[in-house]
């Protein structure tokens, strides 16, 4: 996808999202399904925080293991412990990773905030080195707080 259609693509999903009558799990996991269908994000997941878990919610791609991640364990626990969005351009760099697929590259974690709280993330892990940048983080805080109004 060339820059226009990709801005084109991240309108599309969050007017579809927007507009949708779902709430709550419904809506989430009818984001992630639409996250799915950008050929550079090949698993798309929230995870809720509740105390100091994060528990895997809505996704779509392959199962994973991790399904309950600590505070400041891997990309996801990093992102709530540092109150961070995290982009990660080659998770091979990483020591503090923990691996969901043997094809993962990239990687990008985006906080989910209500009341000035974290309630949880947007995760995406891409095959290729250095799928997100910029204006992946924007739309992904954009749908975030789509998701969190509607919690
Ligand atoms: N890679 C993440 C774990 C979640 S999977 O990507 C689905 C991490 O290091 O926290």
């Known amino acids: ?21 779902l709430n709550g799990f419904d809506l989430r996991q009818f984001a992630m399904d639409q996250l799915d269908t950008l050929p550079t994000y090949d698993w ?32 996801c626990g990093t992102a709530v412990a ?3 969005n995290q ?3 080659d998770v091979r760099e990483l020591s ?3 691996s969901c697929s043997a094809f993962t590259r990239s990687e990008i974690v985006v906080l989910i905030r209500k009341d000035d709280e974290i ?7 891409g095959h290729t080195v250095g799928a997100f940048d910029k204006d992946d983080e924007k739309f992904l805080e ?10």
């Open 1 to 21: 996808m060339n820059q226009t259609e990709k801005t084109m693509a991240f309108a599309r999903i969050l007017g579809a999202v927007s507009e949708s009558e």
């Open 96 to 98: 503090n990773y923990l």
């Open 142 to 151: 954009e749908l975030a707080e789509v998701l969190a109004n509607r919690w």
């Open 87 to 89: 982009v990660i351009d």
């Open 44 to 75: 798309s997941g929230i995870y809720r925080l509740e105390g100091q878990i994060l528990y895997l919610d809505a996704y779509t791609g392959a199962a994973t293991d991790h399904t309950e991640i600590p505070v400041g364990r891997g990309v």
């Open 82 to 84: 540092e109150d961070a």
């Open 119 to 125: 309630i949880g993330q947007i995760d995406i892990d």
